[in-house]
Nanobody, 124 residues
């Protein structure tokens, strides 16, 4: 049973940084992609960032490009999302997700496993 556990969310002022972590356990295979999505109140879940597990290629939504950075620690089976220059519009629940079968990094439907989410609230 694959389990993804996010941590690192919280309340922040605009302009500061937060780092989210996603620890994967119970996985006996190599994933294709690990991704971060977010969902703001009243909005659909949207892609934020993803990383290719084998080659470490990274992908970002235009709204976070240049401010957010995704990375991974193979030994710890952990993926990170470094969020810099936070804006109030970054307020959302952030979800970590595991894609085991495709390279469609921005499609939530292609991800097989999801974490429980961590709240990020950015005040102006």
């Amino acid at each position: 049973q694959v389990r993804l556990t996010e941590s690192g969310g919280g309340l922040a002022q605009a302009g500061v940084s937060l780092r989210l972590s996603c620890a994967a356990s119970g996985r006996d295979f190599t994933s294709v992609l690990m991704g971060w999505f977010r969902q703001a109140p009243g909005k659909e879940r949207e892609f934020v960032a993803a990383i290719d597990w084998s080659f470490s290629s990274t992908y970002y939504a235009d709204s976070v490009k240049g401010r957010f950075f995704i990375s991974k620690d193979d030994a710890e089976n952990t993926v990170y999302l470094q969020m810099n220059s936070l804006k109030p519009e970054d307020t959302a629940i952030y979800y970590c997700a595991d894609n085991t079968r495709s390279m469609y990094y921005d499609s939530a439907g292609d991800y097989d496993y999801w974490g429980q989410g961590t709240q990020v609230t950015v005040s102006s």
